[in-house]
């Protein structure tokens, strides 16, 4: 394992790798905590690796994460330290087809990763048997509680043997999530990476925040992405429709610039990511769906393009830049409309921004702040145009996204804002009732018993359809026939003596 990581650059442990990994490795309970980008997957990945029997039927370990993007990622790093042992490590998350990772589930595999909609789904369907699994590790356990994952996680440890290891891994640790551990960690170790008195916020990131106007927003955007030493950047919106609007602006702007969010399907969410690691593109405009575990290199600057709705949204947000001791800067654009909701957020954190000064895109200060070269205006020159390769340069990946094949299934994997994607990403209709005719607001019977009397307009526009003024009702033996239907005269909107004397009582 050291090889293969030496092979990546990883030589030096961090903080929470060193606390975790002695005790990881003995076989006990660990509740462990550090800051977003800090290593923590490697924290108790690699003491899983170490600790499984390679090469059975039936999966040894599950690492369960709260979203799609977290659990890609902690795949993929598995497969790097696990790489010369052998190790079979597969994802099960939803929006792809399920063939494969059933597939794959028979051929065996040493540890799954996943998110609970999908794990579950699997279970139930009696393709994924977790009777011999040994350890389990619940990442990022306070998204899981945000996202309302708390039942799923319940009923996948219930099919757990009790005799296992359990490591809980989170940034943050609420109540709930203490109370968590209790009830399904035995004697656990809690492991801090950092001191109590430090700022939850990342160290390693410069933080810049300013009151905005929100119809200056996408020129103070534009001339931000000209800043110097600008690498990749990710850009957050509140609003999925917001990341749309967004990042077509900074297309028309001439930057290379993709959206992910809950509404797009799950190829189109990983080729924007792809071209985004891959440098095809080098804006990223997202949804909080891509401010858990998503670990990119070279990630300079965070643009919370809308406030943040909490402290710890905040703290993902910009742990996307500052990673692996790398430094980073982060922008924050607070509206008018944000700022009560922004000081709560400075005050939690202790942050030295509590009154955010007022700025434009044509403030001397913004352009001194960030390194935009002076002259900067919100396009960006045609002759920077086209360096990169685009979102388009990436192939789209056909994954069978059950959202749109396979509809007969049931997938509950959520994201960030509460979206339910997949195959219930959108609500069903409901079947047409038969409606029943009507004659001056009650039912006239027909051959149907316990007919529902449909609404009177309803049955206004039904009467209008009729041919010839009539209506067809049917008898009890099946036979159409056709009665007279009487009209009531009025004058001057009040009925006519002659019309109430024409109309007559009808036998049902």
């Known amino acids: 394992m050291a090889d293969a990581l030496e092979a990546e650059g990883i030589v030096q442990a961090f903080p929470i790798q060193e606390l975790a990994l002695p005790i990881a490795l003995g076989g006990h309970d660990i509740i462990g905590q550090a800051r977003t980008g800090t290593g923590k997957t490697l924290a108790f990945g690699a003491a899983l690796l170490q600790r499984i029997e390679h090469g059975g039927k039936k999966p040894q370990a599950l690492v369960v994460a709260p979203t799609r993007e977290l659990a890609l990622q902690v795949t993929d790093d598995l497969l790097v330290a696990g790489g010369k042992l052998g190790s079979r490590v597969l994802s099960v998350y939803g929006g792809r087809a399920y063939e494969p990772q059933i597939e794959a589930l028979r051929e065996g595999v040493d540890v799954v990763v996943g998110t609970p909609g ?10 994924l048997d977790l009777s011999q699994v040994g350890i389990l590790v619940l990442d990022e356990a306070d998204r899981m509680l945000d996202l ?22 989170s940034a943050t640790m609420p109540g709930e999530i203490v109370a968590l551990s209790r009830r399904y960690l035995t004697r656990p170790t809690n492991v801090r990476a950092e001191s109590h008195t430090e700022s939850d916020a990342t160290p390693q990131v ?7 106007h929100q119809m200056d927003k996408p020129e103070m955007l534009a001339r931000l992405l000209q800043a110097e030493g600008r690498g990749l950047t990710m850009v957050f919106c509140q609003t999925k429709r917001a ?25 189109q969410r990983e080729r924007a990511l792809r071209a985004f690691r891959n440098g095809k593109i080098d804006v990223l405009v997202a949804t909080d769906v891509a401010a858990r575990g ?11 393009y809308e406030c943040p709705d909490s402290a710890d949204t905040y703290v993902h947000r910009i742990g996307r830049t500052g990673r692996a001791g790398k430094e980073g800067i982060a922008v924050t654009l607070v509206d008018w409309a944000d700022l009560t ?30 390194g935009i070269p002076a002259g900067t205006k919100g396009k960006l020159p045609k002759e920077q145009r086209g360096e990169r390769a685009g979102l388009d340069a990436e192939e789209l990946e056909d994954i069978g996204e059950t959202g749109k094949i396979r509809s007969h299934t049931r997938d509950r994997d959520r994201d960030h804002d509460g979206d339910h994607d997949g195959e219930r990403s959108r609500p069903r209709r409901r079947a047409r009732r038969p409606r029943a005719r009507t004659r001056g607001g009650k039912p006239v019977a027909t051959g149907t018993a316990g007919a529902e009397p449909a609404a009177p307009e309803a049955a206004a526009d039904q009467a209008k359809a009729d041919d010839g003024g009539h209506d067809a009702s049917t008898g009890a033996g099946g036979a159409e026939r056709k009665r007279s239907r009487s009209r009531r005269r009025t004058r001057g909107g009040k009925p006519s003596e002659r019309g109430e004397a024409a109309e007559a009582p009808q036998s049902a």
């Open 118 to 127: 999908r794990l579950l789904d699997l279970v139930k369907q009696k393709h």
């Open 148 to 169: 309302g994952f708390l039942p799923d996680i319940e009923r996948i440890v219930e099919r757990i043997p009790a005799k296992r290891q359990t490591m809980l891994f």
């Open 206 to 212: 410069v933080q810049h925040v300013f009151q905005a």
């Open 243 to 267: 990341c749309d609007r967004v990042a077509a602006d900074l297309a028309q702007r001439g930057f290379s610039a993709a959206a992910v969010h809950g509404d797009l399907g799950q190829g």
């Open 294 to 304: 998503l670990d990119v290199d070279d990630v300079t600057h965070v643009v919370n």
């Open 341 to 370: 909701r922004w000081k709560l957020i400075n005050g939690t954190l202790d942050l030295p921004f509590g009154a955010p000064e007022e700025t434009y895109s044509t403030s001397p200060h913004f352009f001194e702040a960030l």
